[in-house]
């Protein structure tokens, strides 16, 4: 980028370069793809330090924190978050959203590394911000998707994440009957979370019928994501394989998401 440009044209250059920089990472993310992910998301943090653009430097933080709980790194994970709500404290008109979000992400660090108390501060944080929203706030766009059934869903996968599924099932499923049906890729990850809990409760015939209703959203994303986590679901699967419920979800799975078949193990 060249600069002999006016600092606003500079500035603002610099910032869409970050965000393409930021959902290029995203989109390998999605894939599985760490490593290229991961590398454009610090390609995203420079171009935002650039500019002293804090808040989306916290943005950033938190999606390589999210990507770390993935990789079963708890501790990076923590402590990229930890750097992204230092970053969105520092910022200039930092709005309770964006703090609810980032408050909500240090509670999956947390819930991974088992820190029951910590989760559970995290999580009351996240909720104390959301409160505190108002109409005429300036949120970021990267934020706006933060709404009321995000923050009730998260909840609950935090919650799912830390074992107390029990807790966890009612605010899943109360989220799911608020989301938009056309949102595939939503309906599908947090259905995947709603089977979780209630097969860690011991409900098998529940937990297979939320599953296979998982199937077909995800079978219109195309995401390894979604469907790695409908593969980790049919592997918990394995002391039930021969029951008629767990089989008919199988079959179903192998249908609607044949790329994934290969590996799944009868």
Not at 142 to 158: E, H, N, R, S
Request: aromatic residues 8%.
């Amino acid at each position: 980028m060249q600069e002999s440009r006016p600092p606003s044209i500079q500035n603002g250059l610099y910032g869409i370069a970050a965000e393409l920089a930021r959902l290029t990472g995203w989109t390998y993310f999605d894939a599985r793809q760490y490593n290229q992910a991961r590398a454009y998301f610090t390609e995203a943090l420079q171009l935002a330090k650039e500019i002293g653009d804090r808040q989306f430097m916290a943005n950033v933080l938190a999606c390589m924190s999210l990507q770390a709980t993935y990789q079963d790194k708890p501790a990076d994970s923590l402590a990229l978050v930890t750097a992204a709500q230092d970053q969105a404290r520092s910022a200039l008109g930092s709005t309770p959203r964006v703090m609810s979000m980032l408050a909500m992400r240090e509670a999956f660090a947390h819930a991974t590394l088992g820190n029951r108390d910590d989760t559970h501060r995290a999580i009351g944080e996240a909720h104390s911000q959301f409160e505190q929203i108002g109409a005429s706030d300036p949120d970021p766009s990267w934020v706006t998707y933060f709404d009321g059934p995000k923050l009730i869903v998260d909840t609950g996968i935090a919650h799912g994440r830390l074992g107390e599924a029990a807790t966890a099932e009612p605010l899943i499923a109360d989220a799911l009957r608020r989301e938009h049906h056309t949102n595939q890729r939503g309906r599908a990850f947090h259905s995947f979370w709603l089977a979780r809990t209630q097969l860690d409760q011991g409900k098998l015939d529940e937990a297979c019928h939320t599953a296979t209703q998982a199937l077909e959203p995800a079978s219109a994303v195309a995401s390894e994501r979604v469907s790695g986590h409908l593969r980790e679901f049919y592997d918990q699967l394995a002391p039930h394989r021969q029951e008629p419920v767990a089989l008919a979800f199988e079959a179903r799975l192998r249908e609607l998401l044949p790329p994934v078949s290969g590996s799944l193990h009868p």
